[in-house]
């Protein structure tokens, strides 16, 4: 059985920062797409990035493109979301995601594409 689990979220300013960590279990983790979703209060979950099983492919959300870096530990089995020059826009429910199947690229952009899911992690940013 795939878990996901979520943690690294808080409170923090504006401009700073937070590493999200998602630890995997149940598969084999290298196997599979990654990505982290966000969704604020009253909104739809939307990608925040993705990375592919052959970790040097990721996909950045527009609005976190040079202050946002996905990276995984295949070793570890855990995928990480460096979160710097944070602003009130981020604060939202992160939430972790792994595919169905086995390999493909980075441009699974929606929650459809996924089927294993965290639990959130809560990130708030103060201004």
């Known amino acids: 059985q795939v878990q996901l689990v979520e943690s690294g979220g808080g409170l923090v300013q504006a401009g700073g920062s937070l590493r999200l960590s998602c630890a995997a279990s149940?598969?084999?983790?290298?196997?599979?797409?990654m990505a982290w979703f966000r969704q604020a209060p009253g909104k739809e979950r939307n990608v925040v990035a993705t990375?592919?099983?052959?970790?040097?492919?990721?996909h950045y959300a527009d609005s976190v493109k040079g202050r946002f870096a996905i990276s995984r530990d295949n070793v570890k089995n855990t995928v990480y979301l460096q979160m710097d020059n944070l602003n009130p826009e981020d604060t939202a429910v992160y939430y972790c995601?792994?595919?169905?199947?086995?390999?493909?690229?980075?441009?699974?952009?929606?929650?459809?594409?996924?089927?294993?899911w965290g639990q959130g992690t809560q990130v708030t940013v103060s201004s």
């Open positions: 995601a792994q595919r169905l199947n086995p390999y493909g690229g980075d441009s699974y952009l929606t929650p459809d594409d996924y089927a294993y």
């Open positions: 149940g598969r084999t983790f290298r196997m599979y797409v």
């Open positions: 990375i592919s099983w052959n970790p040097g492919r990721t």
